[in-house]
């Protein structure tokens, strides 16, 4: 399974914390996590993940590499900017949000309208006016939000 994790590129200890302990889990229990590759909580989930041996591929809004993660296994430059937040919330078979800010929302967004689970984890719950509902499943603890996702996303394919 694949587990998209989204979250802000400047983010406080704890959220690091949270964000790490994301990334360990999804490698303990042997899936592939994508992130955006930067800093942050894309940073903190990507060392998580390293920690426990996991496979992990930052998807770069950058023209090349050098301001990727160092802790990611792949790192794939897109030059598309914000852009490529639809493609980090495409490659999960869902996706865990950790804290984060509007980036986070449009993933969030991209990845309701793509019909794939999406997992909070102290970040948007709802959004303030509009005709829709913003609606993420509540996880209190990194554990629970992965296996929320293994849950929701069903069988995957490999």
Not at 18 to 43: F, N, P, Q, S, T
């Amino acid at each position: 399974m694949y587990i998209s994790v989204i979250g802000a590129s400047d983010c406080d200890q704890e959220m690091a914390e949270v964000a790490y302990k994301v990334g360990r889990e999804i490698a303990r229990r042997r899936h592939v996590l994508v992130c955006g590759g930067l800093g942050g909580v894309m940073d903190a989930v990507a060392h998580g993940a390293h920690d426990a041996n996991g496979f992990s591929v930052g998807i770069l809004p950058d023209p090349d590499r050098r301001n990727a993660s160092k802790w990611l296994s792949a790192a794939i430059p897109t030059d598309m900017g914000h852009a490529r937040n639809a493609i980090v919330a495409l490659s999960g078979d869902a996706i865990i949000a950790v804290g984060g800010g509007f980036g986070t929302l449009s993933e969030i967004a991209f990845g309701l309208k793509m019909g794939k689970p999406v997992i909070g984890l102290g970040t948007w719950e709802r959004a303030e006016g509009g005709s829709e509902e913003l609606r993420c499943v509540t996880a209190s603890t990194p554990e629970e939000a992965v296996a929320m996702a293994e849950r929701l996303a069903g069988p995957t394919r490999p």
